[in-house]
């Protein structure tokens, strides 16, 4: 069979990266083309376009980058006509991928959507485009099955988290190895999560690193994005207790006693690894305004949405500056605070329903083309 997969960010190449192994396996004689990143480059297949080439962050810089969005999507229309694929996988990035649904619905080829877009969160009336355009939606987190098949009687696959897969395949490190070979003293380690958008990490990164003096105890490392080259981060490397790592979050993650993290599936990933942290976001003034009226959530952060309370502090706009998250850090740096946190951490993970979540997701694509 061939495929055509679609990611347009860092957490869509994850996952469409542990896709592909489980569609390789299910289907040796697959052909996949795809547009994501390194880790879907690095399982097989052909890479169309990375996404560091698509990735637009709030509504201004969308607007600003109009004419190569919509020059992608021409690109893209093209190139899947000329691959005639049996079918077409979308990996979140809505904006993107709904276009593309509505094109590929009308010539007949059969639409899964991995990774359902957070229309639970805003633009609910895209709704009425996903029961006309996509044939097979797979949803990750539990309460996306209510809201689709309750509330807009619309089925869907609840294929469980993907992310557990991601961190149950890794290979462990030991503390002392990973130290060494990232040249980290012995202190604990505070894990600084900025984004892996440049206009983000510029933004979240001048405020995370802002309390550095006043824990002098531990030290600071920064997860460098895959997307961004070591140049951009260098500028902010001015604190000999701060130190710099690329490519490897989760590593860090589990080696480290604290993170601070920008909002989105990062402050997820660092719930799994048993890390206590601070959910920081901060965007343009227009950007943030625009949002906050549309959008009707109580949290930000996938795991204060997917428990429905607020596990972990969430800092955002005014509320993210120096004096708050100074605070809020040696709020989880105190032992008793952390015992509740992780207690709350276990139960998150009791919810989103253990591993397989590819395998899965990779079954069903397969078995609904065979019949």
């Known amino acids: 069979m061939k495929y055509y997969i679609i990611a347009g960010e860092a957490s869509g190449d994850l996952h469409g990266s542990n896709l592909m192994k489980a569609l390789y396996e299910k289907d040796p004689t697959a052909e ?10 690095n399982v097989g297949g052909t890479l169309v376009k990375h996404y560091r080439e698509l990735a637009f962050m709030g509504f201004i810089e969308v607007i600003m980058n109009l ?9 893209c229309k093209k190139d ?29 080829i059969p639409t899964h959507y991995y990774i359902s ?13 996903i029961k006309r355009d996509v044939d097979f939606m797979y949803v990750i987190l539990p309460f996306e099955k209510d809201f689709y098949e309750k509330k807009h009687n619309f089925p869907v696959h609840f294929v469980g988290h993907p992310l557990i897969d991601a961190i149950a395949s890794r290979t462990e490190v030991s503390d002392e190895i990973f130290r060494k070979e990232n040249q980290l003293s012995d202190k604990p380690i505070i894990a600084l999560l900025p ?11 001048s405020i995370m690193l802002s309390v550095t003096n006043d824990f002098p105890d531990y030290q600071f490392v920064i997860a460098g994005a895959p997307s961004q080259e070591y140049e951009f981060y260098k500028t902010f490397l001015t604190n000999e207790n701060v130190k710099f790592i690329s490519n490897k979050t989760y590593d860090l993650l589990s080696h480290s006693h604290a993170a601070l993290v920008t909002s989105g599936t990062a402050t997820l990933e660092t719930a ?11 965007g ?11 959008i009707t959530l109580k949290f930000i952060s996938l795991v204060n949405l997917i428990m429905d309370k ?7 706009q005014e509320e993210l500056n120096t004096k708050n998250l100074k605070n809020e850090l040696e709020k989880i740096l105190n032992p008793e605070n952390r015992i509740v946190l992780l207690k709350n951490y276990a139960d998150l993970k009791q919810n989103l329903g253990g591993e397989g979540a590819s395998k899965k997701t990779a079954t069903l694509i397969v078995n609904s083309l065979k019949k």
């Open 67 to 75: 004419k190569t969005i919509l020059n992608n999507i021409k690109i």
């Open 310 to 316: 607020e596990v972990v502090k969430e800092l955002i």
């Open 195 to 205: 984004g892996s958008r440049k206009q983000e990490i510029a933004k979240m990164l």
């Open 32 to 41: 996949i083309r795809f547009w994501g990143g390194d880790l879907m480059q």
């Open 117 to 129: 877009p957070q229309i639970w969160a805003w633009k609910e009336n895209r709704i009425k485009a």
């Open 80 to 108: 899947i006509e000329t691959f005639k694929p049996d079918a077409i996988i979308f990996i979140d990035y809505p904006g993107f991928n709904m276009r593309i649904a509505t094109w590929a619905k009308e010539r007949n």
């Open 284 to 294: 343009s003034y227009i950007s943030y305004q625009i949002a906050k009226r549309i």
């Open 272 to 282: 799994l690894f048993n890390v206590p942290e601070v959910v920081c976001y901060k």
